[in-house]
């Protein structure tokens, strides 16, 4: 008896340990269970702050993107009205539209002065072109003499050199004046002087084809007065005007208006335009590069015609 006790005994211990063990092993399981799915959780959340760097700094380069158009943005003020960009301008080239009219006496001031500035002296060469009837870029028409030149591009400066008296001093000491009735394009460079054939053969034999020169302007007695020329085309809706035989380059040209002096934008070809007839056929101012201002009443609108006036600039 007592070993049939025993031995039921032990079977109920042996169920107990085995129910223990498999308690312990289902909680463990729970717990493993557990762990593993905590674990995912935290790399989803670990995922988003992980990428918010990476939109940081995508969004910092959209931004940066965004700066390398502002070159383009910036480059565009240089031609804007903007107070520093207008001074800069005024002091190159005087705005068509907003230059002051110069304070000083016109003996002394050289604000319509453009590159070509009085009493300066200039460096370059001299070559030679076959001038045909003087007629040029300035569209003066044919020239009553031959001691003619064209200026380069870059001293031309849209026009304003047209008109210009020019002593030229070769290194042998030879001199000539001429006057600037066309353009040399590129490749003449700052400085340089296209000379008709007949001006070049008064420094150096046509053969040599090119020489140092040093140049100046000059303002000479000449017995002309200024005559005033509409272009072919103008009417009282639209109009080109023109100043010819005058004394000292043309730094703008006015035209009276209803609202005051207008002042015209000048050409490459040496007019200055109208675009919506305003001031054409009323008075005309001309200003020169000294500053002197010369006022012309009575000039009808009649295209390509050269009108005289009884007017001439001051020699300085």
Not at 47 to 75: D, F, I, N, Y
Not at 208 to 227: A, E, F, H, K, Y
Not at 260 to 287: E, H, K, M, Q, V
Request: proline fraction near 8%; charge should be positive; include cysteine.
């Amino acid at each position: 008896m007592n070993t049939s006790r025993q031995a039921a005994r032990q079977r109920r211990q042996r169920r107990r340990l085995m129910l223990a063990g498999t308690s312990a092993l289902i909680a463990a399981g729970v717990v493993a269970y557990l762990v593993m799915a905590l674990l995912p959780d935290r790399n989803v959340d670990a995922g988003p702050a992980a990428a918010t760097p990476l939109a940081s700094t995508q969004v910092k380069a959209t931004a940066a993107g965004g700066e390398r158009a502002t070159p383009a943005a910036t480059a565009s003020p240089t031609g804007s009205p903007s107070p520093t960009g207008a001074s800069t301008t005024k002091s190159a080239r005087p705005s068509p539209t907003h230059t002051p009219e110069p304070k000083q006496k016109p003996a002394t001031t050289t604000a319509q002065a453009g590159r070509i500035q009085p009493h300066t002296s200039y460096r370059g060469v001299a070559t030679a072109y076959e001038a045909a009837d003087g007629n040029g870029a300035c569209l003066f028409g044919p020239s009553p003499d031959l001691m003619i030149a064209a200026m380069n591009t870059t001293d031309y400066e849209t026009s304003r050199a047209c008109g210009a008296y020019v002593l030229v001093h070769a290194a042998n000491g030879k001199s000539i004046t001429v006057r600037i009735t066309n353009e040399c394009p590129l490749p003449c460079a700052p400085g340089q002087l296209d000379l008709s054939q007949q001006a070049f053969a008064k420094l150096a034999d046509l053969k040599v084809g090119r020489i140092p020169i040093t140049w100046s302007l000059v303002s000479p007695s000449i017995s002309n007065m200024i005559s005033i020329r509409y272009k072919t085309g103008s009417s009282r809706y639209w109009c080109g005007i023109q100043a010819i035989g005058h004394r000292n380059p043309v730094a703008r040209l006015e035209v009276r208006t209803a609202g005051g002096w207008r002042r015209l934008p000048r050409t490459s070809y040496n007019y200055f335009i109208s675009a919506d007839g305003s001031g054409c056929g009323s008075a005309i101012r001309l200003t020169d590069i000294y500053g002197e201002r010369l006022t012309i009443n009575g000039i009808a609108v009649r295209p390509n015609v050269a009108q005289p006036t009884q007017v001439q600039f001051a020699r300085h």
